[in-house]
Nanobody, 127 residues
Framework: QVQLMESGGGSVQAGGSLRLSCASS????????MGWFRQAPGKEREGVAS????????YYADSVKGRFTISQDNAKNTLYLQMNSLKPEDTAMYYC????????????????????WGQGTQVTVSS
């Protein structure tokens, strides 16, 4: 059973930076994609960034392009999300996710392409 554990969340002021990490284990298959999602109170969970694990292609929501960077360290089975120039509207619970077995992750930010999720890490950005 795939296990994902996020870390690195916290409280920062607008304009600050945070780096989220997601340690993964328990794979019985190689997910085609990994992603970061977020959910603010009263809102739907939305895709923030994703990466195709084999070729390294990355995709971002328009709201975070140019500010967030997703990356992976395959040797450590760890996924990262570097978040710069944070805004109050980035405040949310952030979740790491792994693509389902056989999923092509198309579209790459569609949460239904992912079937393994971490518990989340809270990011709060104050103005």
């Amino acid at each position: 059973q795939v296990q994902l554990m996020e870390s690195g969340g916290g409280s920062v002021q607008a304009g600050g930076s945070l780096r989220l990490s997601c340690a993964s284990s328990g794979y019985t298959y190689s997910p085609y994609c990994m992603g970061w999602f977020r959910q603010a109170p009263g809102k739907e969970r939305e895709g923030v960034a994703s990466i195709y694990t084999s070729r390294g292609s990355t995709y971002y929501a328009d709201s975070v392009k140019g500010r967030f960077t997703i990356s992976q360290d395959n040797a450590k089975n760890t996924l990262y999300l570097q978040m710069n120039s944070l805004k109050p509207e980035d405040t949310a619970m952030y979740y790491c996710a792994a693509g389902g077995r056989g999923a092509y992750c198309d579209p790459p930010l569609d949460r239904y392409e992912y079937n393994s999720w971490g518990q989340g890490t809270q990011v709060t950005v104050s103005s």
